[in-house]
């Protein structure tokens, strides 16, 4: 009965195609649209038919040959030979089995059943019949999109079913049945994606004939049909034991299953370099199971060897899109990454624009970032702005190679503002042919436009025009430093007539709230800048539409001069110089610590010398740096001052002149003298010689006031057989003496030398001078007193003499002698003479 009513079905199938005329295979342009609504559907194309017979093996063959050829797009099936950079190690492939996956595992989606499968728009060639998508005509195409389910299919026999599978979702079907064939194809017509998608079978496929010509089969069921044909794609599921995977080139070799691990479940792959009995085969874009594994058929794997790049789609807050790529190379058994890249779009972001300015132009709002051209197009229509976008902004595409978006507007003298625009739907697709949905959002803002102060000096720097400089004052204030001249950027008219007005001495507090001129630091050493900061007046359309940003001017302050009275206020107190000893050759005078002395105003800074403490310092030259004496009796200055400091300059300098003393005077012992009688003179007897000693006579005038190291010679005493030692320290000193007795008499004076301290005379011992006169003495003496001097003598020993004298009045005992001695020698001698007559 169901033999009948299936046989009816189709001859009413047959019949209405026969009516109609036959859709061409561009049809899959149509593609799965997300915005035309929530239910997702299969795409069915069927080819046209002739005529009833077309059941017919030799037609269906025809039939089949024609649909190719309709359906051939710019990616051809096969693989795609690879550069030679791809080449790899050749080495034993390892086989392995896929492990069957269950229902429900990562990266499928379990079907609708029986009754629940969904009525799909786009199909062709087939119908829903009880819950099961059947095929109705003699050859029919399914397009399954982005993890659409199929509940069952259903292939009768002399019937082909060609599946496309597009997206990244995976797309399921509970079961496959029939004795009919079941084609997965590769290719897709012009403006579809290409048929590298996924397919996932958790019950069965039992249909006579499968082939794989592209994408991936997975799942947990078992193929159980009796001819399998593998050209370029992936077959992932279990094959029943006994089956075999063949060629569909003409000598219909078996295939043996390669399985690669990379590591990654659900993602997409591309095996490129496979290379089968020395020749390299193209590449083939499948996807990993739910364990991470990559299942291929090669015909020889022995020699077999492949490049791998696992492509990796992260969507991050649906407005990022990042495609990682790794390369694995399969070599000796085993998968290693060789390199890794990435690319990626962002929709959205901020932007900004200035108020004043003409357009906000070339801004960015698709961003694609592209270092090995994965990602091949951007999608994106103004419509799919809302209305304020559309009011705002002109959409335009870049023609730089990487399908941006950026955009313009005018807003030339719009107040500062921030508005959110929607980007409702950007696709993008990449290499692969898979494509992505992205929203985000613009940030539009327009800012206020920043103004820059023009800032001149009031006084400018001695060693720049344009650098900022004041006097230190302690203080970090530099309004009275600087001024303003309005700004620098004046392409407003506001900003334009402010700086007309305020050049012109106009008052900044008609449009400024604060105005401050502000050195960075208030000391010499450290200050470098001036920061000038200005801020209109709040609620002002100033405030509105500008901004001022903070200035930094070059600037530097100058070392005050310590001035008398500005010492007095810092408490600062400058002592002249006290010379407490003077002398011929040098001059003492006290230090205070903390003040500077030198010896001329014009001293350079070295030459001042700092007292660290209160001490008393000895002036002399310094020549070449030795030191001299000063020249005696002569007048010299020392000046003292208020020394440098960090924030200050060296106070004027005050001075005391002071006069060496005179040179000391020198005592000679050619100016001593011992005068009385000629020396070796002959003088009567009983007749009084007067005798002077004369020393340094210099002493004695009035105006003499002795100095330091001064010298004289002084008369101490006279000795003829006794010393005699004058009184008082005068300059001459003299004595009388008659001699009495007939002899030679010699007298010694001796003087003594004196030097002055500067404050008293000092007894100069060992340095004595003695000078002496000797001269004879009788009745008939031939010679009398005179002033001749005597020899003179430094030894300080005595001269014995035939006879002595007192001091200056005659010994009356030795003149009593010498008078007896006179009578007794007289008549002796008249005695003599009376005898001799």
């Known amino acids: 009965m169901k033999l009948k009513l299936l046989k009816k079905l189709m001859i009413i199938c047959m ?13 899959l342009a149509a593609g799965k649209d997300s915005s035309e609504g929530d239910t997702q559907a299969v795409q069915v194309i069927s080819s046209d038919t002739e005529s009833e017979s077309a059941n017919t093996e030799t037609e269906t063959k025809n039939q089949e040959t024609k649909h190719h050829k309709d359906k051939e797009t710019e990616i051809k099936g096969g693989f795609v030979p690879e550069s030679e950079s791809q080449a790899v190690i050749e080495s034993e492939a390892v086989i392995t089995e896929q492990t069957p996956q269950t229902e429900g595992e990562a990266g499928q989606k379990k079907g609708a059943v029986g009754k629940k499968t969904r009525d799909i728009a786009n199909k062709d060639g087939c119908d829903i019949i009880d819950g099961v998508l059947t095929v109705t005509g003699n050859e029919a195409t399914i397009v399954m999109n982005n993890g ?27 079961k496959i049945t029939g004795e009919g064939t079941v084609i997965l194809e590769k290719g897709g017509s012009e403006g579809t994606e290409v048929s590298n998608g996924k397919l996932s079978v958790s019950g069965e496929i039992s249909v006579a004939n499968l082939t794989v010509n592209g994408g991936t089969l997975l799942g947990s069921a078992e193929i159980t049909s009796t001819n399998i044909v593998f050209t370029q794609g992936a077959i992932a599921c279990k094959v029943k034991s006994g089956s075999t995977v063949k060629s569909s080139s003409g000598s219909a070799k078996e295939l043996k299953k390669l399985t690669l691990s990379v590591g990654k479940a659900d993602v997409p792959c591309v095996v490129s370099g496979i290379t089968v009995g020395g020749s390299v085969k193209g590449e083939s874009i499948v996807w990993s199971d739910a364990d991470g594994k990559v299942t291929v058929y090669v015909d020889n794997l022995a020699t077999a060897k492949c490049i791998v790049q696992t492509y990796e789609t992260k969507i991050e807050n649906k407005s990022d899109l990042t495609i990682t790529t790794e390369n694995w190379t399969y070599a000796s058994g085993n998968m290693k990454v060789e390199d890794t890249a990435t690319s990626s779009v962002t929709v959205g972001g901020d932007v900004t624009s200035t108020y004043g300015e003409e357009t906000l132009s070339n801004k960015a709002i698709v961003k694609v970032t592209d270092k090995n051209d994965y990602i091949t197009s951007v999608k994106m229509n103004a419509k799919n702005y809302d209305s304020s976008m559309d009011d705002a902004l002109k959409v335009e595409s870049v023609s730089d190679g990487l399908g941006g978006y950026k955009i313009t507007k005018n807003n030339k003298y719009q107040i500062p503002t921030t508005e959110e625009y929607k980007i409702s739907k950007v696709t993008v697709k990449d290499k692969l042919g898979y494509e992505h949905t992205l929203s985000g959002t613009v940030n539009y803002t327009v800012e206020k436009k920043v103004l820059t102060p023009s800032v001149v000096p009031a006084k400018s720097s001695t060693t720049s025009q344009s650098k900022i400089t004041k006097t230190y004052d302690g203080t970090t204030e530099a309004a009275d430093a600087c001024k303003l001249s309005g700004f620098v950027n004046t392409e407003t008219q506001d900003a334009n007539e402010i700086s007309k007005a305020v050049a012109a001495g106009g008052s900044v507090g008609a449009y400024f709230k604060t105005a401050t001129y502000t050195y960075d630091s208030s000391d010499v050493a450290t200050a470098s800048k001036v920061t000038v900061t200005l801020e209109f007046k709040e609620g002002s359309d100033l405030d509105k539409k500008y901004t001022i940003e903070p200035l930094d001017i070059s600037a530097e302050i100058t070392k005050a001069p310590l001035t008398e009275k500005l010492m007095k206020s810092l408490g600062i107190t400058l002592t002249k110089p006290e010379v407490t000893e003077r002398h011929y050759q040098y001059l003492k005078y006290k230090t205070v610590a903390g003040q500077e002395y030198a010896y001329s105003e014009k001293a350079k800074d070295d030459e001042w010398k700092l007292a660290k403490k ?5 002036y002399v030259n310094e020549v070449d740096g030795e030191e001299q004496d000063l020249k005696a009796g002569t007048s010299y200055k020392i000046y003292t001052r208020i020394p440098e400091s960090d924030n200050y300059l060296a106070s004027d300098p005050v001075s005391v002149s002071v006069k060496t003393l005179r040179a000391p005077q020198e005592a000679k012992e050619s100016d001593v003298k011992f005068t009385g009688v000629t020396d ?20 004695d005038d009035k105006d003499y006031k002795p100095s330091a190291d001064d010298e004289k010679y002084v008369p101490y005493s006279w000795k003829l057989t006794d010393t005699t030692t004058w009184k008082g320290d005068k300059s001459t000193q003299t004595f009388t003496m008659t001699p009495t007795q007939a002899g030679t008499y010699t007298i010694v004076a001796t003087f003594r030398k004196y030097v002055y301290d500067g404050k008293k005379w000092v007894y100069s011992e060992g340095d004595d001078v003695k000078k002496s006169i000797t001269f004879k003495a009788n009745e008939s003496g031939t010679s009398s007193s005179t002033s001749g001097s005597g020899s003179s003598s430094s030894s300080s020993g005595s001269t014995n003499t035939a006879a ?29 003479k009376k005898e001799e007559k």
């Open 804 to 832: 002595k004298t007192g001091d200056t009045t005659p010994v009356v005992p030795v003149a009593a002698a010498l008078v007896v001695s006179g009578a007794a020698l007289a008549l002796t001698l008249k005695k003599r």
């Open 680 to 699: 070796n003179s002959t003088q009567k007897l009983n007749t009084a010689l007067t005798f002077t000693a004369t020393g340094s006579t210099y002493v």
């Open 148 to 174: 659409e389910s199929v509940s069952e299919v259903r292939v009768d026999a002399g019937k082909t079913l060609h599946v496309y599978l597009l997206g990244t979702e995976t797309n399921t079907i509970d």
């Open 15 to 27: 019949s209405f195609s026969l009516s109609v005329s036959m859709v061409p295979a561009s049809v």
């Open 614 to 618: 209160a001490s008393t310092i000895t």
